[in-house]
T-cell receptor
Framework: SAVISQKPSRDICQRGTSLTIQCQVD?????MFWYRQQPGQSLTLIAT?????????ESGFVIDKFPISRPNLTFSTLTVSNMSPEDSSIYLC???????????FGAGSRLTVL | QKEVEQDPGPLSVPEGAIVSLNCTYS??????FMWYRQYSRKGPELLMY????GNKEDGRFTAQVDKSSKYISLFIRDSQPSDSATYLC?????????????FGQGTRLTINP
């Protein structure tokens, strides 16, 4: 399965600022996704990162708050904009190879907003 | 009501015990059922994958799906301290596969030596 690297692994940010999380996979995947894992909550799909076009967002998530880029098959970024303490969470990048049914996850980026 | 319900625990058992982890769900369209294991400060990794109803065994792990009751289970035999992790159930409907997984909250499991 693909190896997925995320950075930063953790960060502490001030309210009102923005943070960009980077995700790199080691081999070509057809689909990349961003998830949020809040304390005591399920993993929740934020969006599907589409190569060269706008991401597809799930209900409750909007581009202005979580802009996503995917300039090529192996790289994607998620920005958490205008952060508030409610955005404190683990953000996970995941990848899916064509024809596969197994999602591979990165280690996550733990974000704390003060 | 959440689509997938999972007791968050925490669950603490002695080494060697049989562990039973469970999820219930409400969407009868779910056909793919998975269990992920997540160690502290790591991403989830796939542990077991089953399609539709029935049992699947892999070493010390057994996954069961009862679609009539909308209930899935993961059994761990001869549990080891290295099994200490958070276990997440996940499921999806036909045609969606891993693209639209719905996860449970996760159960935090500790195996005590």
């Amino acid at each position: 399965s693909a190896v997925i690297s995320q950075k930063p692994s953790r960060d502490i940010c001030q309210r009102g600022t923005s943070l960009t999380i980077q995700c790199q996979v080691d081999s070509q995947v057809t689909m990349m996704f961003w998830y949020r894992q809040q304390p005591g909550q399920s993993l929740t799909l934020i969006a599907t990162a589409n190569q060269g076009s706008e991401a597809t967002y799930e209900s409750g998530f909007v581009i202005d708050k979580f802009p996503i880029s995917r300039p090529n098959l192996t790289f994607s970024t998620l920005t958490v904009s205008n952060m508030s303490p409610e955005d404190s969470s683990i953000y996970l990048c995941s990848g899916l190879k064509e024809g596969a049914n197994v999602l591979t996850f990165g280690a996550g980026s733990r974000l704390t907003v003060l | 009501q959440k689509e997938v319900e999972q007791d968050p625990g925490p669950l603490s058992v002695p080494e060697g015990a049989i562990v039973s982890l469970n999820c219930t769900y409400s969407n009868s369209a779910f056909q793919y059922f998975m269990w992920y294991r997540q160690y502290s400060r790591k991403g989830p990794e796939l542990l077991m994958y089953t399609y539709s109803s029935g049992n699947k065994e892999d070493g010390r792990f057994t996954a069961q799906v009862d679609k009539s009751s909308k209930y899935i289970s993961l059994f761990i035999r001869d549990s080891q301290p290295s099994d200490s992790a958070t276990y997440l159930c996940a499921m999806s409907a036909i045609g969606q596969g891993a693209q639209k997984l719905v996860f449970g909250q996760g159960t935090r499991l500790t195996i005590n030596p």
